[in-house]
């Protein structure tokens, strides 16, 4: 089975701080992404990265950066987290379907 | 540019009776398109994909899912729904032509309710 693990289910940080969203997968896919999810908008892909220390920008990528220095592991970082960020985010990796982690709802208050 | 539309927010159905979640697309080639499913506070589950060949689709859960290019709908089907289906669901496009092709884009999702 394909495993793709997120570091935090649940995460609350203050507006303002650095925020690090890790992604772990175990099957040496090349391709990675992070989306948020929102009631009502569905999911938005902010970022995508089809191979090591390559990176796509996606849909809404302003106000987050990614990083992929290995391939089983694609984080996400939001610089200066703010409310508005508040969401549940949500990384994949794929070859064939998209295969989905568990999910970090993140709280910035 | 793809997208898609899921026209129902919500869709309740009465256990043991059919259920059908609706799903249309746009695409400038020809679409790849799948379904997933999120139970709450889970993340989203891979239930069937059409790529190419026949029409209807089987997946899991005993789920399946009708492609008509003529109506550039995908709909979601399932003969006797249990309440245990209840659960958010989400269709979704890929552009099979090659560019952005790694990008899958989402419909909003229709919550679906079986009724006991």
């Known amino acids: 089975d394909v495993k793709v693990t997120q570091s935090s289910r649940y995460l609350v940080k203050r507006t303002g701080e650095k925020v690090f969203l890790e992604c772990v997968q175990d099957m040496d896919h090349e391709n990675m992404f992070w989306y948020r999810q929102d009631p009502g908008l569905g999911l938005r892909l902010i970022y995508f990265?089809?191979?090591?220390?390559?990176?796509e920008k996606g849909d809404i990528p302003e106000g987050y950066s990614v990083s992929r220095e290995k391939k089983e592991r694609f984080s996400l970082i939001l610089e200066s987290a703010s409310t508005n960020q508040t969401s549940m985010y949500l990384c994949?990796?794929?070859?064939?379907?998209?295969?989905f982690g568990p999910g970090t709802r993140l709280t910035v208050t | 540019a793809q997208s898609v539309a899921q026209p129902e927010d919500q869709v309740k159905v009465a256990e043991g009776n059919p259920l059908t979640v609706k799903c249309t697309y746009s695409?400038?080639?020809?679409?790849?398109l799948f379904w997933y499913v999120q139970y709450p506070n889970r993340g989203l589950q891979f239930l069937l994909k059409y790529i190419t060949g026949d029409n209807l689709v089987k997946g899991s859960y005993g789920f399946e899912a009708e492609f008509n290019k003529s109506q550039t709908s995908f709909h979601l089907k399932k003969p006797s729904a249990l309440v245990s289906d209840s659960a958010l669901y989400f269709c979704?496009?890929?552009?099979?032509?090659?560019?952005?092709?790694?990008?899958?884009?989402f419909g909003k999702g229709t919550k679906l309710s079986v009724i006991p």
């Open positions: 990265s089809y191979d090591v220390k390559m990176k």
């Open positions: 994949a990796s794929r070859r064939g379907e998209q295969y």
């Open positions: 979704a496009v890929r552009d099979d032509s090659g560019a952005g092709s790694y990008q899958l884009t």
């Open positions: 695409v400038s080639g020809n679409p790849y």
